[in-house]
């Protein structure tokens, strides 16, 4: 668009200039109204002689006391006789001792009234303003001296001041309309400008294919000095307005963008920028995708009213690239909830790649850090692709803070969560590594990798994440399930888990979720498979364990460990389970179990071979017991009314049935009788291992005891004759001094 509208000013411009230059020259030394008008004829007439089409000038109007010029009704054809240029009137006051010199400057110039039609059908056919390009076109000098001579006698060309008021410009489909602009201290070195009011409307008749947008500014003012590249811009009321096609739906959407307003400042190579009241808004005509499901979040991209305000600085533009920071950004958008209270970062551009470093993100309470981040930009032409990563980041979450844009649910979801993780992608697929999730307390800590796959095509978008390791300590998970505004249901018999570790890993696909991994409890451990159908609006699942405390958790006394397994479905129709809920109320879940109990004690009897049937309305649940033995079944049915008062539980129909020992039960027999020896034999040969080793344990402080008496035994030995060396020492010492002296006594 600025080269459009430069184009348009140089063409404008360049057309009336040399007007204004031939005239003023030829008028300068004429006061005479008939010959000014002889003169206006004359040069009319060249100019058409010139261009090969019409050109007419009304009046012209020569103030010889101040060199004022005017020219009144200026019309020039194009060369399919269309009117592609009408002025009403042009003003240019010259400065006579320039014009003595040789040069042209226009100390005021005034353009009114302009009217233009500037025409390019396509790139194969000229323009219709070509012919006035050509005709003013320089020639190409043949000779050097040729060069120097028209050097020499070149006459310089200056305007002090301009301004245009009133121009309407149609260059192909686009119109446009500018109010008001002037320009102080030159056209080369000006210091102040300042446009008011300018439009631009795009339309689509003149060529197919393209889509309608229209533009507008309500006012521009630069200040400053041009050529030491020292300035500020000041700009207000920028809009564009414009369609696009979602191809998807084939449906046009409209788009807004707008500022309120923009400062720009430029020194010395150093460029800096703020906006206020930046505005994009789209909208399909459809209703938000989301509309009418309040379990889904507001998000839309083509529903968006975003306000934003940021800083950003250039610290340095060259060949090698851009550098600069983004600071004091923020971002709310009305209509998704999107509420972004910080965003910095320092960048740099260099061949097709953005580096990014000291990135931060803050919503209303979460808060981001990134340490770096890469973005490089994609091109057809190179055969690459959009893609980006980043380094380590940190920080503290609050679900809550994305409530409103992907899950309602989350609204009251105020635990923080520390997180540190690192991302990568592209514009189809994003993967996490190390990531790593923890509350302020340390009660719940999670290490995972995962991703998201398919991100264009919602049916087939996958997202993906294997949970390396997970522990949640007594109270943290009843603490996280009470974030959410749900109907808490068996919270008892989570507590009576006791601390929980996972590993296991979950899927999200069109509308179905599915967990897996296996759960170390203080009550036993855990396989499970859980599916979440949200088509059909049902929990499938299939769970097992080897040494499980069922009673423990059920508060069951007497119930030992059981080796079981078990599949169920749950329905989470609220339609379906309101109607059964107000016909029959009660608390229970409603769905259906079936499982197996291959191994289980209950107050002393041990149970094999049982299965179980459970069906629950939500009021009742009523179920069937089968246990097969050698020669007799036994059987009965049961029902209860609350899961924390499971002893309450009502047996009903009891039964036994006796028949022959089947094969089956044979075989089993038989398995258990092997086993049995097998562990009667890894029983005997393990005690025997236990001797063999405490044997050998015994041997070996035995010889380490001996050894340690042999040791203390030489340790008295050395200390015994250190002793009497010691004594026979003193001895010796005591009669020599004896004998000695009565040898002294002798002598004397």
């Not at 307003?261 to 005509?285: C, E, F, I, M, P």
């Not at 170390?520 to 451990?525: H, I, L, M, S, V």
């Not at 329905?571 to 809920?581: G, Q, Y």
């Not at 036994?656 to 890894?682: C, G, N, P, S, V």
């Amino acid at each position: 668009m600025n080269k459009i509208i430069k184009k348009i000013l140089k063409i404008v411009g360049g057309t009336l200039a040399v007007v204004v230059a031939l005239l003023g020259a030829a008028l300068i030394a004429l006061n005479n109204k008939s010959l000014q008008k002889k003169v206006l004829d004359d040069i009319v007439q060249e100019l058409r002689l010139k261009l090969d089409t019409k050109v007419e000038i009304d009046s012209i109007s020569v103030n010889m006391f101040n060199l004022d010029l005017n020219l009144f009704g200026i019309k020039i054809d194009d060369r399919q006789q269309r009117e592609m240029l009408r002025v009403e009137k042009v003003s240019a006051n010259l400065v006579l001792m320039k014009l003595l010199q040789k040069k042209i400057v226009i100390e005021q110039a005034e353009l009114i009234g302009a009217k233009a039609l500037l025409l390019k059908p396509s790139k194969e056919e000229p323009a219709n303003y070509q012919f006035v390009i050509d005709a003013f076109k320089k020639p190409k000098d043949k000779t050097k001296e040729e060069k120097k001579k028209k050097t020499k006698s070149k006459m310089e060309f200056d305007i002090s001041a301009a301004s245009l008021k009133d121009v309407r410009v149609k260059h192909n489909e686009l119109d446009i309309y500018l109010r008001q602009a002037s320009y102080n201290n030159g056209w080369i070195s000006g210091q102040t400008v300042e446009i008011d009011s300018v439009t631009l409307v795009c339309d689509t008749t003149f060529k197919a294919g393209l889509k309608p947008y229209s533009a507008s500014l309500g006012h521009l003012k630069l200040n400053g000095d041009l050529e030491q590249q020292i300035f500020k811009v000041d700009v207000y009321d920028v809009s564009y307005m414009w369609q696009s096609l979602w191809k998807k739906r084939n449906i046009m959407v409209d788009n807004q963008a707008a500022v309120g307003h923009l400062t720009a400042n430029v020194s010395h190579g150093r460029y800096s920028a703020t906006v206020k009241q930046a505005h994009y808004k789209n909208d399909n005509h459809l209703p938000r995708k989301n509309t009418g499901k309040p379990k889904r979040g507001f998000f839309d991209a083509k529903h968006l009213d975003v306000i934003a305000d940021f800083h950003v600085v250039l610290d340095s533009i060259s060949k090698n690239g851009i550098t600069g920071h983004l600071n004091e950004f923020t971002a709310k958008d009305s209509i998704t909830g999107i509420d972004i209270r910080k965003l910095q970062a320092k960048f740099k551009y260099v061949k097709d790649k953005i580096d990014l470093r000291e990135i931060c993100v803050q919503q209303k309470s979460t808060v981001l850090n990134i340490t770096s981040g890469a973005i490089v930009l994609p091109s057809k032409k190179e055969g690459r692709e959009f893609s980006y990563s980043t380094g380590v980041i940190t920080g503290t979450a609050y679900l809550k803070d994305i409530s409103r844009t992907f899950a309602p649910v989350l609204k009251n979801f105020t635990l923080p969560l520390n997180l540190s993780l690192t991302m990568k992608g592209n514009k189809n697929s994003i993967s996490f590594r190390n990531v790593k999730v923890s509350t302020n307390d340390k009660k719940l800590q999670l290490a995972a990798t995962g991703g998201i796959t398919d991100l264009k095509d919602k049916y087939k978008l996958h997202v993906k994440f294997d949970i390396n390791s997970m522990t949640a300590k007594t109270g943290v998970t009843e603490k996280i399930i009470n974030q959410f505004a749900t109907k808490k249901l068996m919270m008892n018999q989570l507590n009576n888990l006791g601390d929980i570790n996972y590993t296991g890993s979950f899927d999200v696909l069109y509308k179905k979720e599915i967990f897996r991994g296996l759960l170390k409890t203080a009550a036993g451990n855990l396989n499970f498979e859980f599916a979440l159908d949200e088509l059909n609006k049902y929990v499938n699942g299939k769970v097992s364990s080897n040494n499980l405390q069922l009673g423990k958790v059920m508060n069951l006394k007497g119930m030992g460990p059981m080796d079981a397994s078990a599949n169920f479905t749950i329905d989470i129709s609220k339609p379906r389970t309101a109607k059964m809920r107000k016909a029959k109320g009660g608390k229970l879940p409603i769905g259906f179990f079936n499982a197996t109990v291959n191994d289980v004690a209950f107050k002393g009897i041990h149970i094999r071979n049982l299965t179980a049937t459970l069906n629950s309305d939500g009021a009742v649940a009523t179920g069937d017991v089968y246990q097969s033995g050698r020669i007799r079944d036994l059987y009965f049915s049961y029902s209860f009314t609350d899961t924390d008062q499971m002893q309450k539980m009502k047996i009903t129909k009891p039964g036994i049935k006796f028949h022959k020992e089947t094969e089956e039960y044979k075989a089993q027999r038989a398995e258990r009788k092997e086993q049995k020896k097998l562990d009667k034999q890894a029983k005997k040969e393990q005690k025997k291992q236990e001797k063999e080793a405490k044997k050998a344990q015994k041997e070996q402080e035995k010889q380490a005891k001996k050894a340690q008496k042999e040791k203390e035994k030489q340790q008295k030995e050395l200390e015994k004759q250190q002793k009497g060396e010691s004594q026979d020492g003193e001895k010796k010492g005591f009669f020599k001094k004896l004998f000695g002296k009565k040898k002294k006594t002798e002598t004397t």
